[in-house]
């Protein structure tokens, strides 16, 4: 199984503006082959707000989503929320909820704190961390590392 | 595409009609010889045109526009209710 990430609005914005953390990881991400998501909501946010603010880079945002196959996940049935109710604030949940029912490992997000970071680790098996400390991750691991190596950082920030 | 430094060869090939006019109008269109536009179409068919840096672009593009950051990630904010209130609205 491939190591897969999702990328929250947040992030992608501060990508867009300069070298720096935040493209780091979505660049060397790519490199290290991991598989990248986002949800047709955080698309949208992304979207309407380029269409809003920076109408000249739509173009470029799209074609970057094609060129690295990065797989939009659709939004969950709002039946499916009433499982994961308070594990994040209510706009954000209906994202959440799309990573957690997806094969992602990490949610990469500047706006941690509204997320319940451990009990979304413990219960569903998905990291939420900050760009600076996903990028730990990304440094301290061996691209060679066998893909099913026991969740091989899934603990290094939910203890 | 090929760079300066790479020899060029010559050859005799027959082209199909249809393609050599929408090559040919190309060129015109975009000020560049046949030759040019029937290398960039052969170097992306073998995918060996260079990758852009769209990332690099979209932060030259954004550096241009002034726009701080801050405004960006407020924008976001509020799109992100607008269409969280949305979905729960339709639901």
Known sequence: MRRSLFIDSNVWFSAFYRSGTCSDLIQNSIKQGFELYISELVLEEVIRNIELKLPHTLQNFIDYIHLHDIIVLEKPHIQALKKYEFLAQKQDLPILVSAIESPCEFFITGNIKDFKVKKIASKHNLSILTPAQFMKILDITDYTLPHNSDHWSRDVFTS | ?91
């Open chain 2, 1 to 91: 595409m090929g760079n300066m430094n790479t020899p060029a060869v010559k050859t005799t090939i027959e082209i199909d009609s249809n393609l050599f006019y929408l090559a040919k109008r190309k060129a015109l269109k975009e000020g560049k010889t046949l030759k040019d536009i029937v290398n960039a179409s052969l170097s992306d068919s073998f995918g060996t045109a260079k990758t852009v840096d769209l990332l690099s672009k979209i932060q030259e593009i954004t550096q241009q526009s002034g726009i701080p950051e801050t405004e960006l990630q407020r924008s976001g904010r509020g799109i992100r209710k607008e269409l969280s209130k949305k979905y729960y609205k339709d639901a």
